[in-house]
Structure formats: C-alpha cells, structure tokens
T-cell receptor, first 115, second 111 residues
C-alpha cells in the first residue's frame, strides 16, 4: 500500500510558540489531504481538507487562523499550530488520498504537548 | 451530516471470534472502512467494502454490510492477543465527500 509519513512523531513546545507538522506521501501523489485531531480515548475529528494548490476547507468550529494548513505540492501538506496553548495538546493525524481513489492512507500521527 | 456510531468496548478470549458493530446515517455513503489503531500509533487500514456489496472476506476478517439498516460489522476469526487495539469504522462519500469516523471500539483479547 501507499506510505504516508508524518513528522515529527511527537513534539513538546512552550505556550505561545508555533509548531509545524508535516505530512508527506512518499510513493504517490496526494491531491487531497485530511487533517484529524484525536483526543485521548476518543475518535478522530476531521479538522480540515486540503487540496493541492488551493485553500483548505475547515470544519465548523476549527479556527483557520490558529491551525494553518498549506498543501503546496502533491506530496506535502503542513499543519501549523500557531500560538499554541495547553488545550491544543492532542494527537494530530493526517491522511492522504490520490486522485480518483477513495482510499485514504494515514500517517503515524504526531503527539503535541504544550506546556 | 454523517454520524457513525460504534460500541465502546468488546472483550473476547483468545481463539474466539470477535464481532465489532457500526451504524451510520448517510445512506449515500459509497465506501465503508475498518481501521485498526494500536496505542500511540496512527491508523492501519484493515479492509473496506463498497456500498453495493453485502459481504467481503479477507483472511481472518469478514465484513458484513446491511445497507437497508445502515449497519456494518467486522468479524475477526480466531482472535489473537495481537488483535487487541481500537477499531474504527469510517464512512466515505455521500453529500460531504469526506471520511467520517466512528467513535472506535476497544477490543481486549484475554489469553
């Protein structure tokens, strides 16, 4: 199957700083990438959908100025958590889908801890 | 929008069969997926079924789909301790063109 690599796997940052998470499709071109957030013992909540070369579509209740998503190429999408606060601590997972396919492949996730 | 529900917990003995159930609300969902998540890890796609099928078998895994009732199940035959994980069902397509996840079922396999 296709491989999606997410980096970093975990990060600890101070309140008020920004953190960037990368999501790369290693062996296919991902026209669409999804970003999810998962709270402990809960399901995945879709945050936003990004299509290569266009602005991301955010789900209701997700602040687009706080969670900046860039999908500048067919193999890379980034999520930047700006001015992070402890309540932003969570597990963030990306998934990537190639054009014409409904199968989504997931990265291994990034555990963000804001102290 | 789409709502996907699962039972939260299932406990079975090693060697028994496990059946994890899922219901969804959007009848126009085109694909239904099962993912496995181990602690602290991302999601691993186990199998999926297209909405015009009612059954799919893949080694120890059997997926049953009742489209009329919008009910999906995953059966794991000869469950092993390595199968202990959280299992998510997800529905794709319909009006939203998004992949929406269920609440997840924690499967605990007792030796």
């Amino acid at each position: 199957g296709a491989v999606v690599s997410q980096h970093p796997s975990w990060v600890i940052c101070k309140s008020g700083t920004s953190v960037k998470i990368e999501c790369r499709s290693l062996d296919f071109q991902a026209t669409t990438m999804f970003w999810y957030r998962q709270f402990p013992k809960q399901s995945l909540m879709l945050m936003a959908t990004s299509n290569e070369g266009s602005k991301a579509t955010y789900e209701q209740g997700v602040e687009k100025d706080k969670f900046l998503i860039n999908h500048a190429s067919l193999t890379l999408s980034t999520l930047t958590v700006t001015s992070a606060h402890p309540e932003d601590s969570s597990f963030y997972i990306c998934s990537a889908r190639r054009e014409g396919s409904t199968e989504a492949f997931f990265g291994q996730g990034t555990r963000l801890t804001v102290v | 929008g789409e709502d996907v529900e699962q039972s939260l917990f299932l406990s079975v003995r090693e060697g028994d069969s496990s059946v994890i159930n899922c219901t969804y609300t959007d009848s126009s969902s085109t694909y239904l997926y099962w993912y496995k998540q181990e602690p602290g890890a991302g999601l691993q796609l186990l199998t999926y079924i297209f909405s015009n099928m009612d059954m799919k078998q893949d080694q120890r895994l059997t997926v049953l789909l009742n489209k009329k009732d919008k009910h999906l199940s995953l059966r794991i035959a000869d469950t092993q301790t390595g199968d202990s994980a959280i299992y998510f069902c997800a529905a794709y397509g319909g009006a939203t063109n998004k992949l929406i996840f269920g609440t997840g079922t924690l499967l605990a396999v007792q030796p």
